[in-house]
């Protein structure tokens, strides 16, 4: 198993900025991807950013420019930094990866996707 916390959170104005962090734990862990969502009140989960393991990046239109997603391997953590944030930015927003991980002897290498519990976002006016 492989789990995720994000941490990072919390109130802003508008314009500001802030930054996501999210730790994987587990063992001998290989990332296919990892990426954050978030969900607005009322609204679904929608995807932000992703990076895939050879370092390809994907935005949603709405954050281009605002967001950079990045990781570092070694920590096994990725993170989100938010600059000009808006209103409309507010939500919770989860980590997300995928990959595999060392299961034991038995079982080997195993897949995992693997979200986090959420950090609260809140952009004022």
């Known amino acids: 198993q492989v789990q995720l916390v994000e941490s990072g959170g919390g109130f802003v104005q508008a314009g500001g900025s802030l930054r996501l962090s999210c730790v994987a734990s587990g063992r001998s862990i290989r990332f296919n991807a990892m990426g954050w969502y978030r969900q607005a009140p009322g609204k679904q989960r929608e995807l932000v950013a992703v990076?895939?393991?050879?370092?390809?990046?994907n935005y949603a239109d709405s954050v281009k420019g605002r967001f950079t997603i990045s990781r570092d391997n070694a920590k096994n953590m990725v993170y989100l930094q938010m600059n000009s944030l808006k209103p409309e930015d507010t939500a919770v927003y989860f980590c997300?990866?995928?990959?595999?991980?060392?299961?034991?002897?038995?079982?080997?290498?195993?897949?995992?996707?693997?979200w986090g519990q959420g950090t609260q976002v809140t952009v004022s006016s």
């Open positions: 997300n990866a995928a990959g595999t991980y060392y299961a034991g002897d038995y079982f080997g290498r195993e897949s995992f996707n693997s």
């Open positions: 990076i895939s393991s050879g370092g390809t990046l």
